[in-house]
């Protein structure tokens, strides 16, 4: 795979299925909510219209007879947008409730030990925007702080400017409750994701359920991540044709290892020997 310069390296980075706790009812700790897509939410396939925007959609709100951009995540949460009573449980942890609409899925456990899985459903169609690139920018942390885990430390150490951090980041994420099960959680294609084999990319550049061999390396180190890995995912911070976001599984071990990676790599995607591209 090559980027349009023609150069064949690029970012790799992590995510992992994140374990919350939580509540079904609004109540401390528990008032951070996950939401469900609200009713307004208009989602608009343009490849249904003009094939060649395969792949592409846009996300809106109809103000009279005009679509219009649907409301940005600060807007969402001073209450603009219908989502009350969407709630699908609340949790205790705003930072890790913004690190759960990153990731796009997780596990919440309730007060009673229950666990409530939860995935990705819509997203209000603003692009993502690094909270950590911002933190960086503006001098709140060096780049080699800017993890996952230097970004959590920074937001418990200056909750009075969390809210004004978390909203650099338009985007917004809405949930839906899945099925309980075992297994990893969902990926863009409908089927478990795999610990270590299952990979996001862009669909644009790589096609879904291709096998696609990465080299990489592994987090902040030159010890070689080499393997056959599957391209089961999408993400909205997902862009660029070398580029790869790696599943590292369930939990805070697996946490650790997502949060810290950011390496660069190189992709090969596995075709039949008589593949052809059609002109189109």
Do not use: C
């Not at 920074?154 to 809405?174: C, D, G, M, Q």
């Not at 696609?212 to 599957?230: C, E, K």
Request: hydrophobic letters at 40%; glycine letters at 12%; charged letters at 25%.
């Amino acid at each position: 795979v090559q980027n349009p310069d023609g150069t064949d390296t690029g970012l790799v980075t992590g995510y992992y299925e994140p374990l919350l706790r939580g509540s079904r009812t609004r109540v401390k700790p528990f008032l951070t909510p996950l939401h469900a897509p609200p009713d307004d939410l208009i989602v608009v396939d343009l490849g249904e219209l003009v094939p060649e925007t395969k792949n592409l959609r846009l996300r809106g709100r109809l103000e009279g007879r005009r679509l219009v951009p649907y409301y940005t995540r600060e807007e969402i949460e001073r209450g603009a947008a219908p989502v009350r009573g969407r709630e699908l449980v609340w949790v205790d942890d705003p930072i890790e409730a913004f690190f759960l609409q990153v990731q796009g899925s997780g596990r919440v456990r309730l007060p009673d030990g229950q666990l409530v899985r939860v995935g990705y459903a819509d997203q209000n169609g603003h692009p993502y925007r690094s909270i950590g690139r911002h933190l960086v920018e503006t001098g709140e942390l060096k780049l080699e702080q800017a993890s996952m885990q230097g970004i959590q430390a920074w937001a418990r150490a200056n909750p009075a400017k969390l809210e004004t951090l978390l909203n650099v980041n338009p985007s917004y994420v809405f949930f839906r409750e899945l099925p309980r099960a075992d297994g990893g959680p969902l990926g863009a294609l409908g089927v478990p994701l795999i610990a270590g084999r299952s990979i996001a990319i862009d669909a644009r550049a790589v096609p879904l359920g291709a096998p696609v061999f990465l080299a990489t390396t592994r987090p902040n180190s030159s010890t070689p991540l080499a393997r056959l890995v599957m391209a089961q995912d999408t993400g909205g911070a997902i862009r660029g044709n070398v580029r790869a976001d790696y599943f590292w599984g369930f939990g805070a071990d697996a946490g650790r290892e997502a949060g810290r990676m950011r390496q660069q790599g190189r992709m090969w995607v596995l075709l039949p020997r008589d593949f052809r591209v059609e002109a189109q």
